[in-house]
């Protein structure tokens, strides 16, 4: 299964808003609304941050929310904090129980 | 508290089997689909499979089909991965992950603390 498209790399200054996107097949993205996104910290496990697109699990900052159109999956980050610089991955659900996940995204506060 | 607790680091000669594994607790580890992710050195995730401890369903990336097998032990809320002729390219950080839905969920809510495996002559 092809991993999902994210960009290397994007930056935003403390209190902008960024989004990073997430570009899959008609197969995957397209198909379901089974799309994730992971926070992860140096020497850190990744972190659950949305879920089925737009779900975001008990505890986590309403800054972060998700979207989708068609094949492309975003995540946006309002108000970008310096404890927000991390490395950044979706994930999505393809077909026979199988997952796929991007290719991550740092991100830098400037 | 819920968590997965992965066991210790590894350094394996190539040809050398492996087995690692990961344990819940705070939870009814056998209500909940245990997927294996696998992290090479400067690179991103990738899935390799997914098991249900209740009754060892068990299903892999093709990727990852053939090149290793997961398995469970309910009785001691216990997933491994393992590996019978380990390669210097299986050298990565592996993590254990909790899925938040069932077999086809893609959002892993609670994840181990990840076991390094490196594979050197």
């Known amino acids: 299964q092809s991993a999902l498209t994210q960009p290397a790399s994007v930056s935003g200054s403390p209190g902008q808003s960024i989004s990073i996107s997430c570009t899959g097949t008609?197969?995957?993205?397209?198909?379901?609304?089974?799309v994730s996104w992971y926070q992860r910290h140096p020497g850190r496990a990744p972190k659950l941050m949305i879920y089925e697109v737009t779900k975001r699990p008990s505890g986590v900052s309403n800054r972060f929310s998700g979207s989708k159109s068609g094949n492309t999956a975003s995540l946006t980050i309002s108000g970008l904090q310096a404890e927000d610089e991390a490395d950044y991955y979706c994930s999505s659900y393809v077909n026979a129980a199988t997952v796929v996940f991007g290719g991550g995204t740092k991100l830098t506060v400037l | 508290e819920v968590q997965l607790v992965q066991s210790g680091a590894e350094v394996k000669k190539p040809g050398e089997s492996l087995k690692i594994s990961c344990k819940g607790s705070?939870?009814?580890?056998?209500?909940?689909?245990i997927a294996w992710v696998r992290q090479m050195p400067g690179k991103g995730l990738e899935w390799m499979g997914i098991i249900f401890p209740g009754d060892s369903d068990t299903r892999y990336s093709p990727s990852f089909q053939g090149q290793v097998t997961i398995s469970a032990d309910k009785s001691i809320n216990t997933a491994y991965v393992q590996w019978s002729s380990l390669k210097a390219s299986d050298t990565a950080l592996y993590y254990c992950?909790?899925?938040?839905?069932?077999?086809?969920?893609?959002?892993?809510?609670?994840w181990g603390q990840g076991t390094k495996v490196t594979v050197s002559s």
């Open positions: 992950a909790r899925t938040l839905g069932n077999v086809n969920s893609d959002a892993f809510d609670i």
């Open positions: 008609s197969s995957g993205v397209g198909s379901y609304n089974l």
């Open positions: 705070g939870y009814y580890f056998t209500t909940y689909w």
